[in-house]
Nanobody
Framework: QLQLAESGGGLVQSGGSLRLPCVTS????????VAWFRQVPGTEREGVSC????????EDADGVKGRFTVSRDNVKNTVWLQMNSLEPEDTAVYYC????????????????WGQGTQVTVSS
């Protein structure tokens, strides 16, 4: 049974940084991708960044390019989302998700989801 666990959320001032880990367990194949999504109540879940675990290929949404970086540690089965220059508009619940195949920012790609971690950016 594949499981995902996010952590690292919290309250940060505008311009600050946070680093979110997503620990995965239970995958038997290396050909899968892990992505970060975020959601504000009343809006659709938005793809933020993703990474293909075997290739290391990444993709970032336009709104976070140059500010957010996704990376992986295959030994620790952890995917990191480094968020810099945070803005109040980045406030959301952040979810990590995993699924077989290549990196994609479309939520339908992913079969497994974590429970989310709240990120709040104050102005």
């Amino acid at each position: 049974q594949l499981q995902l666990a996010e952590s690292g959320g919290g309250l940060v001032q505008s311009g600050g940084s946070l680093r979110l880990p997503c620990v995965t367990s239970g995958f038997t194949s290396e050909f899968y991708a892990v992505a970060w999504f975020r959601q504000v109540p009343g809006t659709e879940r938005e793809g933020v960044s993703c990474i293909s675990i075997s290739e290391g290929r990444t993709e970032d949404a336009d709104g976070v390019k140059g500010r957010f970086t996704v990376s992986r540690d295959n030994v620790k089965n952890t995917v990191w989302l480094q968020m810099n220059s945070l803005e109040p508009e980045d406030t959301a619940v952040y979810y990590c998700a995993a699924g077989e195949g290549r990196c994609s920012l479309w939520h339908g790609t992913y079969q497994f989801w974590g429970q989310g971690t709240q990120v709040t950016v104050s102005s």
